[in-house]
T-cell receptor, first 115, second 112 residues
Framework: AQSVTQLGSHVSVSEGALVLLRCNYSSSVPPYLFWYVQYPNQGLQLLLKYTTGATLVKGINGFEAEFKKSETSFHLTKPSAHMSDAAEYFCAVSERYSSASKIIFGSGTRLSIRP | SAVISQKPSRDICQRGTSLTIQCQVDSQVTMMFWYRQQPGQSLTLIATANQGSEATYESGFVIDKFPISRPNLTFSTLTVSNMSPEDSSIYLC?????????FGPGTRLTVL
């Protein structure tokens, strides 16, 4: 069984500050890991994903995440927040090598940016 | 990538009625997924739909309430039956294509 825990339902940072959104996962098999962003009244957009290979994954809009197997974590970071980053962010996991490929989502973290 | 469309984009329905949501994808895919996103909540998987077989439902979801059709490799429907206000949500379909999951724009359902 898989699960995802996102620490902090709401994170607020100042414009230009570091963004850190935390995600821990549980999976009995090697996982695929994802971060999605959802802007108000819009659909889901994939920010980045980890499948295999390099554990530091770079995504769109300057975001990156690092897969740390020993910590079962996949935290999302961005060095300098921009006002346009305000959105809901979802961490998600799916089973590698599984034919089902279903994705399990975390509860989400709402990111607010202070001017 | 995959382009996914959903119909309707939104609807307001009366309690006790049913609504069928259509999902069309521009590529042939083996599996399609239906999710629900209740107001202010995350996405919850309702079921996985394979072409030519019965859908597989997640815990808490049953076929009588959420019947699904999957007549071909590019199309699926989800019906929300005997609706109540608690069914007010965004319903999204998604597909897995080359280990990346793409999501439709969602159907925003309000039940009065």
């Amino acid at each position: 069984a898989q699960s995802v825990t996102q620490l902090g339902s709401h994170v607020s940072v100042s414009e230009g500050a570091l963004v850190l959104l935390r995600c821990n996962y549980s999976s009995s098999v090697p996982p695929y890991l994802f971060w999605y962003v959802q802007y108000p009244n819009q659909g889901l957009q994939l920010l980045l994903k980890y499948t295999t290979g390099a554990t530091l994954v770079k995504g769109i809009n300057g975001f990156e995440a690092e897969f740390k197997k020993s910590e079962t974590s996949f935290h999302l970071t961005k060095p300098s927040a921009h006002m346009s980053d305000a959105a809901e962010y979802f961490c998600a996991v799916s089973e590698r090598y599984s034919s089902a490929s279903k994705i399990i989502f975390g509860s989400g973290t709402r990111l607010s940016i202070r001017p | 990538s995959a382009v996914i469309s959903q119909k309707p984009s939104r609807d307001i329905c009366q309690r006790g009625t049913s609504l069928t949501i259509q999902c069309q994808v521009d590529s042939q895919v083996t599996m399609m997924f239906w999710y629900r996103q209740q107001p202010g909540q995350s996405l919850t998987l309702i079921a996985t739909a394979n072409q030519g077989s019965e859908a597989t439902y997640e815990s808490g979801f049953v076929i009588d309430k959420f019947p699904i059709s999957r007549p071909n490799l590019t199309f699926s429907t989800l019906t929300v039956s005997n609706m109540s206000p608690e069914d007010s949500s965004i319903y999204l379909c998604s597909v897995d294509l080359k280990n990346e999951q793409f999501f439709g724009p969602g159907t925003r359902l309000t039940v009065l």
